[in-house]
């Protein structure tokens, strides 16, 4: 099954398997949008979103502590290290969702194309619809069906489409994420009918459709078996070619084989967490410049 | 179940189910037991309460029969007795109190779950609950005397500009008249009246029931629709509703089961009318409830039968519509958050 599956992707002719391909999608780009013109070049892979001493946190307690984090378009960013070391909170800052916590807070500035996204004025729902987030456990709207899943962002960003329009986009985003072969003959069922890393591709397809810069995803795949992980971690080295994408895991296999530049969290007894090493993953992995990356990564502890 | 085979003949060969023995700890069999208990004898109370009013309302059965529901007269001189203008009434001034409620309950549920403010959000929470604890007689004091003369007013609006619709309609009323002191009566003490002061007994309860389950819709749904860059109104069309749908209906019903028995505010307000109308804006109306406390103490014993009659009617009625809308919410996804 998996076998085909992967095939699949390959010699279906829409989709965007590798570098070259992609380039020829990403003129239509614009048109679908055609909310938020995009600051760089038409040409631009994702938005550039630079974290600049970002501290967290939740009432009086710490749990960040100055985070500064280039995440540059084109290119997946894992951010790795042990649980309670506060790389969910630095993913959730990066696109608002930390404020939702009552009584969070935070210092610093994240920074999407040079623009503050918390600076005054700026809405909280467009830096959101601009900057994606698929989370650890699949969560599509059970009350819509697969299609209604896809275009769900859509109508919560008041965007309107006609009705061949959305068709289009419904397939396009669907085969971005890896699931439309799947799906195809069944959009019309309800979203939790699909297994679980259908699910998730669900849910990244979701994301897509409003056609954000930048795709946070936390721990995608700790919930999925190493087939569907598979197939997560294939859209995502497609997806990096439109946007730009920083991925939570807890695994190092993963971090290793998806991603180019990589960030070490850390949170040592009684202090916030904050960023050890950052280097390109080969780096990182190869030669780690501080011992307790190298603990870390080699499983010596975590 | 039947072939328990000794220790040892192992069931290699034998592909039929074992027989497992299930080995309930005692603590275990005791709650059971006790719960069971309990859980029957609820089913009883209510057969035996179903009982007795059957048998009590014999003798009116024995003297009416079925026509006890064709007939809309409750004439004490010439024993002329029906059910029919109690239940129309009774299911008029319900469905213009949930009318009325259902509205309020689901904003007021919606702003304390997804718009208050933490802090806010308790008090909030203890003031509409403190709604629902106000005795039912106080609302019908309220009604009576603060809401009427206003209402009275709103009546005659309405029957201004939308009397052309038959039930808002006011025959022999003139809502232009410059006399309106005279005028004033033939608004008061009607269906809408009563079903504004059920409206505010009732809206806690709804609110309530609606509020539970608003507040459980999944976390991570909803962050997928803030995340997506949705706007609260976004998230609550999304997301909260489509989960909530059977709190709505669970709260409507319990509301309605309220409003449908609801006895001493209607009986404070109305007028009794034994007419079978369906105009809420006219003076008049009578409900099963009302009719009951109105006239318990003053009948002989066939009109005390058909009082009991009346009441089983009521029970029955109200037994059909709860069991319906259980029906409904048990369909849904989070039918199990609502007790009706």
Partial sequence: ?302 | MTNAKPVGTATVDVDTPRAIDPGLPVADRVFRGGARAVGLLVLAIMASIGVFMFSESGIAFDEFGWSFFTEHRWALETNQLGVLSLLVGTVTVAAVAIAIAVPFALTTALFITEYAPLRARRTLIALVDLMAAVPSVVYGLVGLILFQPYLADIARWIHDFFGWIAILDVPGADPDTTNWNNTAHQYTSSAFIAGVAVALMVMPVCAAVMREVFSQAPAGEREAALALGGTRWGVIRSVVLPFGRSGIVGGTMLGLGRALGETIAIALIIVPAFDVKLRILENGTITIASQIILRFGESSPLQLSALMFAGLVLFVFTLIVNTIAAAVVSRSRSGAATEI
């Fill in chain 1, 1 to 302: 099954m998996h076998s085909n599956e992967s095939s699949g992707t390959a010699d279906d002719p829409s989709p965007a398997p590798a570098a070259g391909t992609a380039t020829a999608v990403l003129p239509e780009v614009p048109d679908v949008t055609a909310v938020q013109p995009k600051a760089e070049a038409p040409d631009a892979l994702g938005a550039k979103l630079e974290a600049d001493r970002v501290s967290a946190w939740f009432g009086d307690h710490k749990v960040l502590e100055r985070v500064s984090l280039t995440m540059e378009p084109g290119s997946v960013t894992a951010l790795i290290g042990p649980s309670g070391c506060g790389k969910s909170t630095f993913l959730r800052i990066l696109n608002r969702m930390h404020e939702l916590v009552p009584s969070a807070a935070l210092a610093g500035e994240v920074r999407l194309d040079g623009t503050d996204i918390y600076a005054p004025g700026q809405r909280v729902t467009e830096t959101r619809r601009r900057i994606g987030m698929v989370f650890q456990k699949p969560n599509p709207f059970p009350a819509m069906s697969i299609d209604e899943n896809v275009t769900a962002g859509l109508k919560l960003t008041g965007g309107r489409r006609r009705r061949d329009e959305r068709q289009e986009l419904v397939e396009r985003c669907l085969t971005k994420a890896g699931l439309w072969r799947e799906v195809k003959d069944r959009l019309s069922q309800p979203g939790s009918s699909l297994s679980g890393g259908q699910q998730q591709r669900l849910c990244i397809a979701r994301s897509l459709a409003v056609q954000p810069d930048v795709l946070l995803m936390d721990e995608p795949c700790s919930a999925l078996d190493p087939t569907s992980t598979r197939r997560i971690e294939e859209t995502i080295a497609e997806l990096r070619n439109e946007v730009t994408i920083v991925i939570v895991t807890h695994n190092m296999q993963q971090a290793a084989r998806v991603s180019q530049y990589c960030a070490f969290f850390l949170a040592e007894e009684g202090s916030p967490g904050s960023v050890v090493e950052q280097a390109d993953t080969e780096t990182m992995f190869g030669s780690p410049s501080d011992p307790r990356t190298s603990d870390y990564i080699h499983g010596r502890f975590g």
